[in-house]
C-alpha cells in the first residue's frame, strides 16, 4: 500500500506529449490526429499489449485532450461498477482494460458501443478501447468481441529491461544529469515501470535536484517524496 501510495503522489496528469513511443509511434500518431480533428472518422481503434506498454497512460490522454478541446467523453474501466446509461452528448467513448470487465461492465460497453456507431441523433461517435491481447483473444461477450474488432487495431510494445535502462540513462545524459546504477534500481523496484511514468519521474527528479542544489541519489528520492 505505501508502494502505491508513492506512485500516485507523484504522478502527472498524463498527455499524448509526455508519452514515450519507443516502438509505438504509428498508434500514437493516429491517436494525436483522432483526438485534434473534430472530423475525426468514427472508425473504432482497440489498442492492446502487456502491463507497462502505456495503454491507460494513452486513453488517459485522450480523455484529457478531448476535453481540454470541449468535448464530453464517456468511459468505462474496471472501477467503474455501475456504468452509466450512453449519454447522447458524448463525443466519444473510451473502454480501458476491457479484457476485465464483469458481465455488467460488457453490457454497458456494448450498449454504448453500438449507440456511439448508431446514435439516434447526430454523427457516429468514436471508439477507443484497450485490453491485453488482441481483440480474437478476449474472453467477452461475442457481440462485444467481435466490434471491438473490426476497426483500427495497434499493437503496444512494452521495452525490455535492458531497453528500458538504456533509454531512461540517454535521457538522463541528454539533461546533464548522471544516474547511478544503484539510483536505477531503485527506481525500477519503487516506481511504476512503464517507460513514460519513468520519464515523468525523472522530470521531477531533475528538477527537485536543481531547487536543491544536490545530486539525483537515493535519499534525494526519498526526501523529494517526503516533501511532495
Known amino acids: 500500500m505505501k508502494q502505491m501510495a508513492l506512485d500516485i503522489g507523484l504522478a502527472p496528469v498524463p498527455t499524448l506529449a509526455n508519452f514515450v513511443p519507443a516502438g509505438n509511434e504509428a498508434a500514437l500518431e493516429h491517436l494525436k490526429l483522432w483526438t485534434h480533428n473534430p472530423l475525426r472518422s468514427p472508425v473504432p481503434t482497440f489498442v492492446w ?36 446509461e450512453f449519454d447522447e452528448h458524448w463525443d466519444a467513448v473510451l473502454l480501458d482494460d476491457c479484457h476485465l470487465y464483469t458481465a455488467t461492465q460488457q453490457a454497458a460497453a456494448f450498449n454504448w458501443f453500438v449507440n456511439a456507431q448508431n446514435p439516434a441523433h447526430g454523427p457516429a461517435r468514436w471508439v477507443l478501447a484497450a485490453a491485453n491481447c488482441p481483440p480474437a483473444d478476449l474472453r467477452l461477450r461475442e457481440d462485444l468481441r467481435t466490434r471491438l474488432g473490426w ?18 540513462r540517454r535521457a538522463a545524459d541528454d539533461r546533464g544529469v548522471f544516474l547511478s546504477d544503484e539510483v536505477m534500481d531503485f527506481m525500477l523496484r519503487r516506481f511504476s515501470r512503464d517507460l513514460s511514468s519513468l520519464m515523468m519521474l525523472l522530470d521531477q527528479l531533475d528538477a527537485y535536484a536543481l531547487r536543491t542544489q544536490r545530486a539525483i541519489t537515493i535519499p534525494l528520492i526519498k526526501s523529494m517524496l517526503e516533501d511532495e
Open 151 to 168: 476497426g483500427h487495431v495497434f499493437q503496444l510494445h512494452a521495452l525490455g529491461e535492458t531497453e528500458r535502462r538504456g533509454v531512461l
Open 49 to 84: 499489449g502487456e502491463s507497462g506498454s502505456g495503454k491507460t497512460h494513452l486513453l488517459r490522454a485522450v480523455r484529457e485532450s478531448l476535453r481540454e478541446h470541449g468535448s464530453r467523453v464517456g468511459w468505462i474501466d474496471v472501477d467503474t461498477l455501475d456504468p452509466p
